[in-house]
T-cell receptor, first 111, second 113 residues
């Protein structure tokens, strides 16, 4: 399978805590992207980090990329109940532009 | 500006029937793709296209056909539906060569009985 993997599969935290999700991928990439999916809805793009970048921030989101380990992490700081959703990483393959998704992390944030 | 529009939203098919899932985007994106989402499996790439007249296979292409005659439309055809094709199908579009993230449609929930 070309599919990447994410861990943990599920994460439950209290409001105000930080949430960290990890992603591994399998081949050389142009970039690594993170998406959010609310239950039963389409995916929404959150942030993109290019293969020559190591860290990127967007609001309460912080993404890191380690191309030597083929891994990335997404940190959501000061989580809110509205952050409850599934989060997916997606690696964009070098040269073909295929976008391959990981298996996702279900985040539950309790008020 | 509608973004990515998928039709229908829900469909029930009998085994062996064929149908076409429609996908249209109005953002002039070169890259379009189809995914299926099954519980515990995340999204798996079925077929993708980098421009009109160009398509290629993804991770799970068997049982599906695509064509790309215009930039805007990227229909997915199920040739002979099977229960294993029961899933939620998502269409996505983006600029080619990593110009940004992908935009997704709201999905088509397909049940094959």
């Amino acid at each position: 399978s070309q599919q990447g993997e994410e861990d943990p599969q599920a994460l439950s935290i209290q409001e105000g805590e930080n949430a960290t999700m990890n992603c591994s991928y399998k081949t050389s990439i142009n970039n690594l992207q993170w998406y959010r999916q609310n239950s039963g809805r389409g995916l929404v793009h959150l942030i993109l980090i290019r293969s020559n970048e190591r860290e990127k921030h967007s609001g309460r989101l912080r993404v890191t990329l380690d191309t030597s380990k083929k891994s990335s992490s997404l940190l959501i700081t000061a989580s809110r109940a509205a952050d409850t959703a599934s989060y997916f990483c997606a690696s964009q393959y070098y040269n073909t532009d295929k976008l391959i998704f990981g298996t996702g992390t279900r985040l539950q944030v309790f008020p | 500006n509608a973004g990515v529009t998928q039709t229908p939203k829900f469909q029930v098919l009998k085994t062996g029937q064929s149908m076409t899932l429609q996908c249209a985007q109005d953002m002039n994106h070169e890259y379009m793709s189809w995914y299926r989402q099954d519980p515990g499996m995340g999204l798996r790439l079925i077929h993708y296209s980098v421009g009109a007249g160009i398509t290629d296979q993804g991770e799970v292409p068997n049982g599906y056909n695509v064509s790309r005659s215009t930039t805007e439309d990227f229909p997915l055809r199920l040739l002979s539906a099977a229960p294993s094709q029961t899933s939620v199908y998502f269409c996505a579009s983006s600029y080619f060569q990593g110009g940004g993230g992908a935009f997704f449609g709201q999905g088509t929930r397909l049940t094959v009985v």
